[in-house]
């Protein structure tokens, strides 16, 4: 209970410290940590996706693949990212222009959406969840005007929230799918 609040507390704080300093949600630059980068934060796989919504001229963001190899996880964040959590076991809080994105580990391991909802209060909240092969998704709406998108795969030991603007879903659903279990 008190681990959640603290990572609640944190998700909050990233969020708010993203809201409105930065541009579109695909702006190249994020909040960073103070710290060096660890080897674990290393990226490759450079990729393109649209972060803002089509009536909007702002400029592709340039995704690169971000990892914890602690906790086990790839995801695909805005090029320059890094996490700001000290420990990478305890996972990952990121910055992506205006979404606040978290990586969280699990009491055990993913098995179907539902475990997607472990600790999360989705009461009275609109949830559409969704399997495609081992990614499993919810998009909750609870808020008018915001974006939770959750993520994992199946037998994964994490999961990813992504939390922002509801002009921002589409790159919510983008970053957060993207997480994959990378093999030890």
Known sequence: M????????????????????????GSSSAATSSKPASSARSSATPATTSAAPAADAAKPA??????????????????????????????????????????TPLAKPAASPDDLFRGINVDGAK?????EGDLFTARVEKEPNIVNFIATRKDAKFMVQCLGESAEKDFAKTVCSSIKVLKK
């Not at 340039?62 to 805005?78: A, D, Q, W």
């Not at 910055?95 to 606040?100: D, E, I, T, V």
């Open 62 to 103: 340039e995704l690169e693949e971000v990892k914890n190899e602690t906790l086990g996880y790839s995801l695909m964040l805005p090029k320059g990212t890094k996490s700001e959590l000290p420990d990478d076991a305890a996972g990952g809080t990121y910055a992506a222009g205006k979404l606040a994105v978290m990586v």
């Open 2 to 25: 008190i681990r959640n609040s603290i990572a609640t507390m944190s998700f909050l704080m990233v969020l708010s410290a993203c809201g409105g300093e930065q541009g579109a949600a």
């Open 127 to 131: 949830v559409e969840k969704n399997t």
